[in-house]
């Protein structure tokens, strides 16, 4: 169906396209927001399209029997950019990327519904937020350094004014913070590409390419290397104790923000260890494993006790970002092909629940004037779909069987229980601290006698730009959760492939 036509550059030049139109609308800013979902809706339809047509296990078939097929990447791009640099522009496709992929058009799209009442500049804002999907889409993607580069770079711009401009009270310092943690460990990922391009001596920016050589550098290069790149990837995932510009950035963020930022930007980070660092420096990745593992139980265990004592809802929603990510960063430590896939599938889950749960708390935001927990109470008498959809969120954060988190941690607590024995114990642990603010948080807010600490006479329901997007985002966390393998066995064969191509495992 899709032979001879370059559909990852499609999806990706919509909203670039889509982005271009609304800035130019001149004094008719209100269609913005109509242009910004014509050409999301558009990026994501194709998007499904792909993953429908997306073969579940390449690697068993002959390149010939798959369109678009090379080096284990499905609808494969492949066109000359600067031939006296060796750079190309390459884009291709495989099971680690194609759930994060249509993750980015899937929470664009509801991000621009969930955003439908802005008023403040909406021709800048929904330009923006096609940008931001530019950016993310090309991550996901590259297969040439340099535009990995570049696209990773074109992400911080969207974001920065995002939280600058219709950000909150203090947008002004969470934006610059955000603006130069991220854009220092930037530089330290250019420097660890850099040098493998050097040390490869290839002349070319594949990524493919630079990995078959990466591989044969001595333990030193690749440790210096890795060290590296787990910094720049780190700070993006976050990991402790380079986390902290994350609470900031979400708190001031407007909703759309912290649903993008948490449900796609953190992702980059893990993407990037695990398309780039861990199969092309494997030696490196092993000297570092320990250091790996301490990180991601610290940042799990960590995380989650800062929750307990928060009292803006989206706050304590942000520092259990920091929780559930190092379950990704922990996942790969282990180096082994079950802990890396249940990281990934740890990266679509997480990008799912957390864009309820932010949409949530803009929602008691709008309607309440507040997040703070001491002055909200009792509000399920008021709003019981609102209720609901929060619960549903808090239990699908917090692991319960079912959904679509649960499976995720399950296999990483597998993965390193066959590891490191006994010390699975203490990340456990953290899944009880979990359970414990989740239900803490809802009991105050939503259940028990009505607040009198802020008006409710005017309080109403969830609006059907506001419900629409988290109920579809709740429909998926069940049928992921009830049907993992919808997407383990497309990451599986890609997992699988990499470590052995590459020298890891």
């Not at 928060?310 to 079950?338: C, N, P, R």
Request: proline letters at 4%.
């Amino acid at each position: 169906m899709l032979e001879g036509i370059p559909v990852l550059s499609l999806i990706i030049i919509m909203p670039l396209v889509g982005s271009l139109i609304a800035f130019s609308l001149g004094r008719r800013e209100n269609l913005a927001k109509w242009v910004a979902l014509a050409f999301a809706l558009a990026a994501f339809v194709l998007s499904l399209v792909v993953a429908f047509e997306f073969v579940v296990d390449p690697y068993s078939a002959s390149p010939g029997e798959i369109e678009s097929y090379s080096n284990g990447y499905q609808f494969y791009e492949s066109h000359v950019w600067i031939e006296t640099l060796g750079i190309n522009y390459m884009v291709g496709m495989d099971g680690i990327s194609l759930p994060l992929f249509v993750l980015t058009t899937l929470l664009c799209l509801l991000s621009i519904v969930f955003s439908w009442d802005t008023k403040k500049r909406p021709k800048e804002y929904f330009g923006l937020m096609l940008v931001l999907e530019v950016g993310v889409l090309g991550v996901f993607v590259s297969l040439d350094y340099f535009m990995f580069y570049v696209f990773w770079e074109i992400v911080l711009i969207p974001m920065y004014f995002m939280i600058g401009v219709w950000g909150g009270p203090n947008r002004d310092y969470a934006a610059i913070k955000f603006f130069i943690y991220t854009h220092i460990a930037s530089l330290a990922m250019l420097i660890a590409i850099m040098a493998m391009y050097f040390e490869a001596g290839i002349e070319t920016f594949s990524m493919v390419a630079i990995a078959e050589e990466s591989v044969g550098f001595s333990r030193n290069i690749q440790f210096a290397i890795f060290a590296a790149m787990l910094f720049g990837f780190g700070v993006k995932l976050p990991m402790v104790p380079f986390h902290t510009w994350l609470p900031d950035a979400h708190v001031e963020a407007p909703t759309a923000g912290s649903v993008l930022l948490a449900g796609l930007l953190l992702k980059m980070g893990g993407y990037g260890l695990i398309r780039v660092a861990i199969p092309s420096l494997p030696t490196g990745a092993e000297d570092m494993m320990i250091v790996m593992a301490v990180i991601a139980v610290v940042s799990i265990v960590y995380g989650a006790v800062l929750c307990l004592a928060q009292t803006d809802l989206k706050k304590m929603v942000a520092y259990s970002s920091i929780s559930h990510m190092g379950f990704v960063l922990l996942g790969y430590a282990t180096l082994g092909e079950l802990g890396i896939v249940a990281g990934v599938f740890q990266m679509f889950a997480h990008g799912l629940v957390t864009a309820v749960l932010f949409m949530m708390c803009g929602v008691l935001q709008h309607k309440c004037g507040t997040r703070l927990i001491p002055k909200l109470g009792g509000l399920a008498k008021k709003m019981p779909i609102a209720a609901t959809l929060l619960t549903v969120g808090f239990l699908a954060s917090l692991g319960l069987p079912g959904l679509v988190s649960f499976a995720a941690e399950f296999m990483v607590f597998a993965a390193m229980f066959f590891k490191w024995g006994m010390w699975v114990f203490v990340p456990i642990g953290a899944v009880a601290i979990t359970a414990g603010y989740y239900l803490w948080a809802l009991q105050r807010s939503m259940f028990g006698p009505l607040t009198d600490r802020i008006d409710t006479s005017h309080l109403k329901d969830v609006d059907w730009y506001e419900g629409v997007p988290v109920a579809i985002l709740i429909v998926l966390i069940a049928i992921f959760g009830v049907f993992p393998s919808l997407v383990f066995d497309r990451i599986w064969p890609a997992v699988d492939f990499a470590l052995r191509a590459f020298g890891g495992g």
